[in-house]
């Protein structure tokens, strides 16, 4: 399955040992985030790091591991979607714009994020967190 991760995905897995991270490391899941997303992700690293309670190095290592099955999809492949994801997002909330535009120029089962805003999208499914676990066989 070929899903556009949410950063708030990714930083939940980040955060908790937890069902998230476990799913971030299931090899039926191909993941794709938009390269602002990892930047994003780097800029808050030492807030990460001390709500996770992780040193530096084991914090390193973690993002490294999840984010390793994680393709990382150009600025300059998701830029001409932006004003199409823009339309239907961008009165809600804009920060969410780049991973709708990241879906439709990746060929994609989907955007992942537990974020309601992404509710209104009418042309891109979207996995929640209880929904893909329900869709891989791990809940009921």
């Known amino acids: 399955m070929r899903l556009i991760l949410d950063t708030s995905i990714l930083i939940a897995g980040l955060l908790k040992d937890s069902t998230v991270r476990r799913l971030l490391l299931d090899p039926a899941l191909q993941l794709f985030l938009p390269e602002h997303a990892l930047e994003e992700v780097h800029r808050h690293a030492p807030l990460m790091r001390r709500r996770a309670r992780l040193s530096p190095d084991a914090f390193d290592l973690l993002v490294t591991l999840l984010t390793t099955q994680v393709e990382v999809i150009p600025a300059a492949t998701v830029r001409p979607w932006l004003s199409k994801a823009h339309r239907i997002l961008g009165a ?4 969410d714009v780049p991973f709708l ?3 439709y120029a990746v060929p994609c089962d989907g955007l992942w994020s537990d974020d309601a805003d992404f509710q209104i999208v009418p ?11 329900k869709h891989l066989g791990f809940a009921s």
């Open 92 to 95: 809600r909330d804009v920060g």
């Open 101 to 103: 535009a990241a879906a």
């Open 123 to 133: 042309d891109v499914p979207i996995w929640t967190t209880l929904r893909l676990l």
